[in-house]
Structures are given as C-alpha cells and as structure tokens.
C-alpha cells in the first residue's frame, strides 16, 4: 500500500444517481451480489437509489452459489439479510450437476451467467447488473494481452451488453474497487472476501499480482480502461468500416452468393479479417473461431490466390473456397464416419 496515496473517496449519491440514470424507466433490474465488496457496494447503492425514487425498476438481487467453497452458502445468507433489511427482494440460486476436473472458473463462470439470466427471465426484467470495476476492466485487458487477443478482446468489457438474450449492464467500469470498499466502510457494511481471488492456480490470480508492480510504472488501472476506451472506439469504427465493405461486395456481386474474390482481396487485411469472421459465425459454430485461426486462413488464401493454385479450407464447421472468381463460405458437409458394423456413414 502507498501510504501517501490519497483515501478512496466513497460513491456518493449524487454519483450514484448519474451512474444509474438509464435505469429509470427499466421495469425491472437483476443484480448480481456475490457477496463479495463490489457486489454488495452495487446492492447498496442501487437500493439507496431506488429508495429516493417515487417511480423505477423492482430490483432482484440474485446470489448463485456455485457449490465449491463450503463458506458460499453462509455468504449467500448474509446477502439475504442484508437485501432484506434493504427492502429487496432476493434469490440464492444453486449450480446443481457435475463440476468439470478442469476449467473450473469458465464453467463457474457460465453456469453463473445461465442462471442469472434465467432468473431475470422469470422476473420479467430485461437486464442483470454485475459490479465489475475499472480494476476488473484492467485485469480483464491484461489477462486478454497475454493471450494475444486483438483490438476487439483489448476494447475490454463493454458498460452495456447482451448475454444469453438478456441485456448486461456494467456500471461501475470506471469506479475503482476501493472506492467502493471505501462506500461499505462509510455505511459500517460487512462483505464476503473470496480466498479463491488470490489462488495462484487461476491465471486471473497470479495476473493480479503484477497489478501493483505495472502501477508503480504508471500502467495503472485508469490507463488500462483509457486503453480499453480508445481501442473500443477504434474497434466500432472499424465494425463501421466492415459494415460498408459488406454492402459494398454484396452490391457488386449481384444475385450470386460469396464475395468477388479479386474485390475482397483489394480490402484491407484487418477488414478481410472481420469480413470472414461475420461469414464464419453466420454459421453458428459452438466455438466460434480464433483470430489466429482466421488469420492463418486469410494467409494461405492470399498465398493460393498469388499462386493461381485452387482454395479450399474448412475451418469452425464451415468450408471457404474461391470458386469461379467468388469467395465462400458455406457449411462444411457432415464429416463421414465409420460405423461399428464397418459401413461409412455420416456423423
Ligand atoms: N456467485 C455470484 N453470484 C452472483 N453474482 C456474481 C457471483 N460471482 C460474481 N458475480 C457478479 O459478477 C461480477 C464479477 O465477478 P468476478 O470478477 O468474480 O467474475 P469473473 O469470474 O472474473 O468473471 P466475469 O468477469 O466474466 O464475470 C461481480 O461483481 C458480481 O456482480
């Protein structure tokens, strides 16, 4: 801790109320409390806020207890209590069934979204609120630079967004974790501490610890989520960009279905890029594809072309080939397999 860096000053009010001035004429809000300070700073804040409304969304606060530390249920109770002596309602929602061997935090992570978002579903509200702060933004974009991820992936989260057909909304983006540990400590609130946070088994863990150390060179949280800002306006236009190419191909190539390959090939690289990746995902794969993966594509589609030689290529359950001049990018067909009685069938 630097002892001379000013206090944390708590989230007043007033700020509170600009944070959530988009949630006024919203029926009804999910909030998602882990528990944990940051959850609970939201829960805190979002009652006060409602309380000091005549009229504004019914909001739930919805705890999931992932079952996989024995202290998560008493924490779900004590969010309990604390919703309720707050004057709102709350759910503890279990993930019941098998539990992976590995990939605990992603399949947590999923199973936590599923829930919440069926919860909301059953509350009539078109929106959870989950209270990531400018510290996860940063450890977010951190942990996504290590794993080579593009513009897209360093944008960081998004303030608003949709998963699993419900809207997420992330207000606290730009409020550092402390202050909202500062606003608990002002209003005498307790929280949970989850000891899972400093396991050096997670990525997200042992990322966290360099935190401090990145600071003290001035790459702080505030300059990651200015990152995240300036890429993510970056990103939006080049989407635009995208979007104009598309038109553009598809007005050039009439009724036929694919791209002018020797259009296509004119774009841009960043632009080809995200024109596959729209084409690949039109295909709904369950795991849509790499940035790596699509681009190792594009370079073998380059290299065919400038070698006059035929392209074919599967890649996320979809083929893309360059047939008459034309790029695409269809279904692949189901792959053969062999059945037991030794007949060749399809899977
Ligand atoms: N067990 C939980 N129950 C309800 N909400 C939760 C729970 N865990 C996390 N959340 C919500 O998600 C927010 C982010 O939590 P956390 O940083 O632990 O998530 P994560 O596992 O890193 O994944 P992600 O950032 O993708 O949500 C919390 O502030 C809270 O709003």
């Known amino acids: 801790m630097d002892r001379n860096a000013p206090a944390a000053e708590p989230v007043s009010a007033q700020e509170a109320r600009q944070l959530f001035a988009g949630w006024k004429r919203i029926p009804a809000l999910v ?15 979002a009652a006060r806020w409602r309380k000091s409304l005549k009229k504004g969304p019914d909001l739930l606060a919805v705890t999931v207890d992932h079952g996989l530390r024995a202290a998560a249920s008493h924490e779900a109770r004590d969010v309990k209590r604390l919703a309720s002596a707050l004057g709102i309602a709350h759910r503890t929602l279990k993930w019941s069934g098998t539990k ?22 059953s509350a009539s509200a078109v929106a959870v609120v989950t209270a990531h702060t400018q510290d996860d933004q940063a450890e977010t974009i951190l942990m996504r630079l290590s794993r080579g991820s593009g513009i897209t ?11 699993h057909g419900i809207g997420l909304l992330r207000p606290f983006l730009d409020i550092p974790k402390a202050r909202l540990v500062a606003t608990l400590d002002r209003a005498r609130i307790g929280y949970a501490s989850d000891p899972t946070n400093h ?19 001035g790459a702080d949280a505030r300059t990651f989520a200015r990152l995240a800002l300036r890429l993510s306006r970056a990103d939006a236009a080049l989407e635009r960009m995208t979007d104009g190419a598309e038109r553009y191909l598809r007005l050039r190539g009439g009724e036929d279905s694919g791209f002018d ?14 024109l596959l990746r729209r084409a690949l995902a039109g295909g709904m794969a369950a795991h849509p594809p790499e940035l790596g993966q699509i681009e190792t594509l594009l370079r ?22 360059v047939e008459k001049g034309r790029l695409v990018v269809r279904p692949a067909p189901p792959r053969r397999s062999i059945h037991p009685s030794g007949r060749s069938g399809r899977s």
Not at 203 to 217: D, G, N, Y
Not at 304 to 314: D, I, L, N, V
């Open 100 to 121: 992976p061997k590995t990939g605990v935090p992603q399949a947590a992570r999923e199973a936590r979204y599923t829930l919440l978002a069926r919860a909301a579903r």
């Open 300 to 321: 073998a589609l380059v290299q065919a072309q400038s070698e006059g030689r035929r392209f074919k290529r599967s890649l996320a359950g979809m083929t893309v080939s």
């Open 199 to 217: 396991d050096p088994a997670y990525t997200r863990s042992r990322l966290r610890t360099l935190m401090p150390v990145l600071a003290s060179e």
């Open 153 to 163: 992936g360093l944008g960081g989260m998004a303030a608003q967004t949709e998963r």
């Open 31 to 45: 909030l998602a409390v882990s528990g944990g300070p940051d959850s609970v700073a939201l829960l805190w804040l």
């Open 261 to 274: 390959a020797a259009l296509f090939s004119a774009l841009a690289e960043e632009i080809q890029v995200r």
